[in-house]
């Protein structure tokens, strides 16, 4: 139980274009997502937290208008990357939090950016 | 005051040692306290999470050492595995849900 999906799970995209990603919460309804990004050989950093059906909510220095977020419903949010620069290749990774009560993240596998 | 302090930045044991990784903490707000492990190009996996009103939690081969005077918790990772080798984070979390992230421990298990 508890699983977490994200697709693509690596994207290769040209300067300037738009990418979106998904995460998918499987066999769980998720009323909170969260997004991070990850540097090689560093921490995960939260960007944004998304609960369903309202706007996300967005940690400081996270350009909201740059990457957008929709959790539009209790099993799928999707981060887009818009007008990506190579500074924005990164490993991006949702987790997915039950809105039964419980404190448990459950983290997807990941989608690695890359901006050429 | 958000910050999770975490340490050693990298460990190396031989197979079938204790592994140690320890952390600590200042919000004493914080009310949720999981770790993670990594392996490279994968997300973060839960191991194993204490909530402050116990000192000790165990499953498996994974043991939450909590000390909530001293705002530090720790993981002991018993006989040790060459599997295990991975980033393990450790975390904290409080009314907001949000996760704050240790710097992470690189393991390495020698086999």
């Known amino acids: 139980g508890a699983v977490v999906s994200q697709h693509p799970s690596w994207v290769i995209c040209k300067s300037g274009t738009s990418v979106k990603i998904e995460c998918r919460s499987l066999?769980?309804?998720?009323?909170?997502m969260f997004w991070y990004r990850q540097f090689p050989k560093q921490s995960l950093m939260l960007m944004a937290t998304?609960?369903?059906?309202?706007?996300?909510?967005?940690e400081q220095g996270v350009e909201k208008d740059k990457f957008l977020i929709n959790h539009a419903s209790l099993t799928l949010s999707t981060l887009t990357v818009t007008s990506a620069h190579p500074e924005d290749s990164s490993f991006y990774i949702c987790?997915?939090?039950?809105?039964?009560?419980?404190?448990?993240?459950?983290f997807g596998p990941g989608t690695r950016l890359t901006v050429t | 005051q958000q910050q999770v302090k975490q340490s050693p930045q990298s460990l190396i044991v031989q197979k079938g040692g204790i592994s140690i990784i320890n952390c600590a903490y200042e919000?004493?707000?914080?009310?949720?306290f999981p770790w993670y492990q990594q392996f490279p190009g994968k997300g973060p996996a839960l191991l194993i999470a204490?909530?402050?009103?116990?000192s000790e939690k165990k499953e498996g081969r994974f043991t939450i050492s909590f000390n909530k005077s001293a705002k530090q918790f720790s993981l002991h990772i018993m006989d040790s595995q060459p599997g295990d080798s991975a980033t393990y984070f450790c975390?904290?979390?409080?009314?907001?849900?949000?996760?704050?992230f240790g710097t992470g421990t690189l393991l390495a298990v020698q086999p």
């Open positions: 204490i909530r402050p009103d116990v």
């Open positions: 998304s609960n369903e059906g309202s706007k996300a909510t967005y």
């Open positions: 066999d769980f309804q998720a009323t909170t």
């Open positions: 975390a904290a979390s409080g009314a907001t849900n949000k996760l704050i």
């Open positions: 987790s997915a939090r039950s809105g039964t009560g419980g404190y448990e993240q459950y």
């Open positions: 919000n004493t707000a914080f009310d949720y």
